[in-house]
């Protein structure tokens, strides 16, 4: 034993930590089953693997010992060298296993079990219905899951809880488990998803890093902008210079198309300014190999900025972090601490950070918020789904697949109502559940016995925990250029020719979508401030819980009253712009909301701060509302974690529709505490049929790439058990009904008081609510480039054919202009014609007309079209050319547009807009056009 302490001691491990010598004791002394919290850089893995190898070399435990699960395979690649070399040292072998493992290191897995095997939720799965290896799984002592905070609010997680648990029952498997997780909210309560039995106890890590975190609003003190924005250069100067003050510097946005824009921003103003550093981009959609590369990077000191999403809050070894950024809010107080622990990344270590805010007061205020819960340690509940149905139908069939002589369908569901996850599983729903997997013939119902089918085994590899998405291309029709991408399922079910979006910066308006291109075609809008208040795509956005909120409230009440941020606040901000506290007067706090009606932009504007779960909630009831009390006008809305936002689109008398508003929100308790009613609300959602479209695919009913999604197919599932499970998870995780019914109370009692007001223009407060979220409220939009458009024209190719003597030219336009005259080279007749594409048809139709064939019905039409052209081209000439290159413009839309130029108008700007029409009917005609 002590060649392996002298080892242990060469790999720079000294004495124990605290936290360390305590799991040592649990786990390999008093043989329990532990949940440990604690800091980022704690030493938790440490932690896990010492008591569990020391116990595999004492007890001489055989293969496979112990299974280290975690979610994610990067985290897989830096744990597999770090365990390895502690297991080397008690000469114990270590493998992986994970999506990406080669097929002859799968088959030697289970030739030659490893004492040790790492791998993720999936492959775990994947790895119990290998009848070679199940055996040796089984045979496992320990089991470590790591990021345990992540894994209780992901589907992917439960699943793991819910076939360990129906592993124990029906295989006897119930190793000594070890969660590691960062700091959760209700540690003992979470602790029983691992074990229904209970006995798992919680080890917390005492000593706490020190944080220091300041929220800093950059001023705006650019002389000489270079990107067009003195506020965004300012923030991207404070990045430059941290990256220059400190050798390794990390910034996490909140999502991958910012981190992208981020990235490429940083790096053009630090190439205009002359500035060295080096900047990469970091997340999930990124290549393995580039990922690889840039961890790398940044570890060996070439990369010294790294933008990044929350992939890299998770244990990722990427060497030592000086300095943190948080890019704009972080919008939780759990991932702030997650983020910022990652700098100083030893337990002795300062974790030192900033939160980058706009100058909009609302996210000052909410990022110093949570920058204050941070530094007390107060995170949010975490949102566990209870009941999982889809989890439920995966476990179903993996243990029918286990257990192929059929699982008694009476004492599965008794054991499933042992864990607490299932505790308050109804018989219906189980049965539904059963009925709804028998009939996709997934499995079958037996003599009241379930039993696996020949789709069993199938089903539970396609199936995955992990919805994915098809990205849907935007691109401007003019210069076909890609502006960003769009989940398909919203483009489905939410977008339509003519709505606006908010992409990249600018306004959009939507032209058509094109599903098998995987395009939405968009062009600039022209706007008004009522039309931009409302962006119909937001993305996913972290949700801003309603404890948050009702601080930012609660301090809008103070400012009010003394002018100024409580001290506790103000000491952690470093504005270097001037702020204007007075802009907050005519917001709502703690006790108040607020409900204004803007004529010039026929907008009603309820500013109640209870967080984006209950105001998502607040929305689409009132929404529900209005549409009932007033069927004849069009409502549309949109909600913050400060203001919910409706839009009349059509007249209503603005004290009835003040009226009717106030009243809704009195009567809130009536309409939220009314199941009937709520469930009409949420199937009228907007969040209802994504929920579907990822449930679905959870439950195998959707295969993302091979099923085409449709509304109406969607819409199908709404009354299955896969509507049951999206109507919860819209309940849960995009709503916060605990929350809204105490909102509702306070609202019934006039303990929050509801005060109405007429306004004629937006005013300051209105525009603080809008500046949030950042949406162009008011601005001069490009029109569409022209000279652009016209370029994409003549690169497009056509060809031309000679009616009388079958002389045939194909290349780009710009190439048949360069030919300067319109008569056959061949012939010399005005005989030349235009055609799209290869103009085989067409030619066989010259040859036969030439040989003296009699055309028939079809091909006379094809020639006498041919004619027309030929006229078309002989006298419009280029003008012709640059017609027929437009899409969807056909003889008759050319004869139109070429007369429309030849009376002064726009032939650009008329091809233009022919294609436009086009592309809005293309799906719905013959696409040879």
């Not at 622990?341 to 950070?353: A, I, K």
């Not at 149905?389 to 179903?396: C, E, I, K, W």
């Not at 419009?876 to 030849?902: C, H, K, M, P, Y």
């Amino acid at each position: 034993m002590s060649s392996i302490v002298e080892c242990i001691r060469e790999l720079g491990y000294g004495d124990f930590t605290a936290l360390q010598k305590e799991v040592f004791r649990k786990v390999a002394y008093e043989n329990k089953s532990v949940l440990v919290t604690a800091p980022t850089g704690s030493g938790k893995t440490e932690a896990a693997v010492f008591p569990v190898f020391y116990r595999i070399i004492v007890d001489g435990l055989k293969p496979i010992s112990a299974i280290y699960i975690t979610p994610l395979r990067a985290l897989n690649r830096d744990i597999e060298s770090r365990i390895k070399r502690i297991a080397s040292c008690f000469g114990l072998r270590v493998a992986v296993r994970h999506g990406d493992t080669p097929d002859a290191a799968r088959r030697e897995l289970a030739v030659h079990p490893p004492d040790v095997l790492i791998t993720t939720p999936e492959s775990f799965m994947y790895i119990l219905v290998n009848e070679k290896l199940l055996p040796s799984v089984l045979n496992a002592r320990y089991l470590i899951i790591d990021e345990f905070h992540e894994m209780v609010e992901s589907k992917r997680g439960l699943l793991l809880f819910t076939v360990l648990h129906l592993l124990e029952k029906y295989h006897g498997f119930k190793p000594l488990k070890i969660a590691l997780s960062a700091t959760v909210s209700d540690p003992h309560g979470l602790a029983g998803l691992l074990e229904s039995s209970g006995g798992v106890e919680v080890v917390r890590g005492e000593q706490v890093k020190r944080m220091e975190v300041k929220v800093v609003v950059p001023g705006g003190n650019v002389s000489d902008t270079l990107l067009g924005d003195e506020r965004l250069e300012s923030r991207l100067l404070y990045i430059l210079r941290a990256g220059e003050a400190y050798r390794a510097v990390l910034v996490f946005t909140n999502t991958r198309s910012l981190a992208e824009i981020l990235g490429s921003l940083l790096k053009t103003l630090a190439g205009k300014q002359g500035r060295s550093v080096v900047i990469a981009v970091h997340h999930g959609s990124l290549s393995r190999s580039h990922r690889e590369e840039v961890e790398a990077g940044f570890k060996k000191g070439n990369v010294n900025i790294l933008v990044a999403t929350s992939s890299m809050e998770l244990g990722i070894d990427i060497g030592h972090v000086d300095f943190v950024v948080q890019y704009l809010s972080p919008r939780r107080v759990s991932r702030l601490i997650q983020r910022v622990g990652r700098s100083g990344h030893r337990l002795e270590g300062v974790s030192r950070g900033a939160v980058l805010s706009t100058g909009n007061l609302l996210h000052v205020l909410e990022s110093l918020v949570l920058v204050d819960e941070a530094l007390k340690g107060r995170v949010e509940r975490e949102d566990v789904i209870p009941k999982p149905l889809d989890v439920l139908a995966y476990a179903v069939a993996l243990t029918t697949l286990l257990n192929p002589s059929g699982v008694d369908k009476a004492g599965l569901f008794n054991k499933l109502r042992e864990h607490p996850l299932y505790r308050n599983l109804e018989t219906g729903e189980y049965e539904k559940l059963v009925e709804y997997m028998s009939y996709t013939r997934v499995i079958r119902e037996e003599n009241g016995f379930l039993k696996p089918t020949r789709k069993t085994r199938l089903y539970i590899y396609k199936t995955s925990m992990i919805p994915s998405t098809r990205d849907i291309v935007v691109t401007e029709v003019s210069s076909g250029r890609k502006i960003g991408s769009l989940n398909e399922e919203y483009v489905v079910l939410e977008l339509r020719p003519g709505d606006i979006i908010v992409l990249a910066g600018d306004t959009w308006r939507i032209i058509s979508f094109d599903e098998d291109e995987g395009r939405l075609y968009v062009e600039k809008a022209v706007v008004d401030s009522s039309e931009a208040i409302i962006p119909h795509w937001e993305g996913e956005n972290i949700p801003v819980e309603a404890t948050v909120a009702l601080r930012v409230g609660e301090t809008i009440d103070y400012v009010k009253r003394t002018g100024g941020l409580p001290p506790g606040l103000a000491r952690l901000l470093e504005a270097q712009a001037g702020l204007q506290w007075d802009s907050l007067r005519e917001l709502s706090g703690g006790s108040e909301v607020h409900v204004d009606y803007v004529e010039d932009v026929r907008t009603v504007f309820i500013n109640v701060n209870w967080g984006s779960k209950v105001n998502s909630l607040l929305r689409d009831v009132l929404e529900h509302v209005l549409k009932r009390e007033f069927p004849l006008v069009d409502f549309e809305a949109y909600s913050s974690p400060y203001v919910v936002i409706v839009r009349v689109k059509g007249y209503v008398y603005p004290a009835e529709l003040l009226r009717a508003v106030k009243t809704c929100l009195v009567e809130l308790y009536k309409y939220i505490g009314d199941e009937a009613f709520l469930r009409d609300v949420v199937r009228g959602s907007r969040a209802f049929y994504w929920r579907i479209y990822q449930v679905a695919q959870r439950f195998g009913a959707i295969s993302p790439g091979e099923t085409k999604v449709t509304k109406p197919m969607l819409e199908a599932l709404a009354d299955t058990v896969i509507g049951d499970e999206a109507f919860k998870e819209v309940t849960v995780k995009d709503y916060d009904l605990e929350s809204a019914l105490r909102l509702a109370s306070l609202l019934a009692r006039g303990e929050i008081a509801v005060h109405v007001r007429t306004y004629k223009g937006l005013a300051g407060n209105h525009m603080e609510l809008l500046g949030y979220v950042e949406l162009p409220v008011k601005r001069d939009m490009l029109t569409v480039d022209l000279s652009q458009y016209m370029e994409r024209l003549l690169e497009r190719e056509l060809t031309l054919i000679c009616i009388n003597c079958g002389y045939m030219k194909h290349g780009k336009v710009r190439e048949l202009i360069e030919l300067g005259k319109y008569s056959c080279p061949r012939c010399g007749l005005a005989s030349l014609s235009i055609v799209k594409g290869d103009a085989l048809e067409e030619k066989g139709i010259v040859d036969k007309l030439r040989s003296g064939g009699v055309l028939k019905g079809v091909e006379r039409h094809v020639k006498e079209d041919l004619a027309k052209r030929a006229v078309l081209l002989y006298r419009f000439g280029d003008q012709a050319l640059l017609a027929f290159a437009g899409r969807g413009v056909g003889t008759s839309e050319a004869i139109r547009i070429l007369n429309n130029a030849s009376r002064g108008g726009n032939l650009i700007a008329e091809i233009y807009e022919r294609e436009k029409a086009f592309l809005r009917v293309k799906k719905y005609i013959d696409k040879r056009g």
